[in-house]
């Protein structure tokens, strides 16, 4: 069974980092792309950054970009997101999400369960 | 970027009743359109892809169409199980986009 479990969230000050991770499991996690999305509390989905399946193409939301790093370790099944210079803004349920190809296409399936993050002083 | 306007954003209806959801894109996007289904409290979960295609496992009652610039999702019959919020998603270019949800409730 293809599982995605993310990690790593919590309460961070503004202008603090946090790491979030997503432990894969039940597919050959170096041969698809995968992305974060995240939910701030009750309003929609947004697209935050996206990595290939070898990790040498990355993509990022211009509201990320410069402050957020994705990253992935193929060796661990781990797939990463280094989080810079939080704004409260940034305060969402961020969740990770498989990608059917070696790219980033957006057709997500599945997804992990999401990490709270707060950016809250 | 891509807008995707999705409406309603809210919607009661009846069990056994056919429901409809729409989304514009701001420009073609051809079928590279997905639906999402999100239950209170969980992650996403993949539908229908290629704005008409049923994921496996998905009931037969969903269903969508549309290209272009205009798309439907429908469910036919709704099922107290299918109270969630839907969305759509657009992946013709970065960066991705989605719709705002459409929150459905049982009358």
């Known amino acids: 069974e293809v599982q995605l479990v993310d990690s790593g969230g919590g309460l961070v000050q503004p202008g603090g980092s946090l790491r979030l991770s997503c432990a894969a499991s039940?597919?050959?996690?170096?041969?698809?792309?995968m992305s974060w999305v995240r939910q701030a509390p009750g309003k929609g989905l947004e697209w935050v950054s996206g990595?290939?399946?070898?990790?040498?193409?990355?993509s990022y939301a211009d509201s990320v970009k410069g402050r957020f790093t994705i990253s992935r370790d193929n060796s661990k099944n781990t797939l990463y997101l280094q989080m810079n210079s939080l704004r409260a803004e940034d305060t969402a349920v961020y969740y990770c999400?498989?990608?059917?190809?070696?790219?980033?296409?957006?057709?997500?399936?599945?997804w992990g369960q999401g990490t709270l993050v707060t950016v809250s002083s | 970027d891509i807008q995707m306007t999705q409406s309603p954003s809210s919607l009661s209806a009846s069990v056994g009743e056919r429901v409809t959801i729409t989304c514009q894109a701001s420009?073609?996007?051809?079928?590279?359109l997905n639906w999402y289904q999100q239950k209170p409290g969980k992650a996403p979960k993949l539908l229908i892809y290629?704005?008409?295609n049923l994921e496996p496992g998905v009931p037969s009652r969903f269903s969508g169409s549309g290209s272009g610039t205009h798309f439907t999702f429908t469910i036919s019959s709704l099922q107290p199980e299918d109270i969630a919020t839907y969305f759509c998603?657009?992946?013709?270019?970065?960066?991705?986009?989605f719709g705002q949800g459409t929150r459905l409730e049982i009358k």
């Open positions: 999400a498989k990608d059917v190809t070696t790219v980033t296409t957006g057709w997500f399936d599945p």
């Open positions: 039940g597919f050959t996690f170096s041969t698809y792309a």
């Open positions: 990595i290939s399946d070898s990790g040498d193409d990355t």
């Open positions: 420009q073609d996007i051809s079928n590279f």
């Open positions: 290629d704005a008409s």
């Open positions: 998603q657009q992946y013709e270019n970065l960066p991705l986009t």
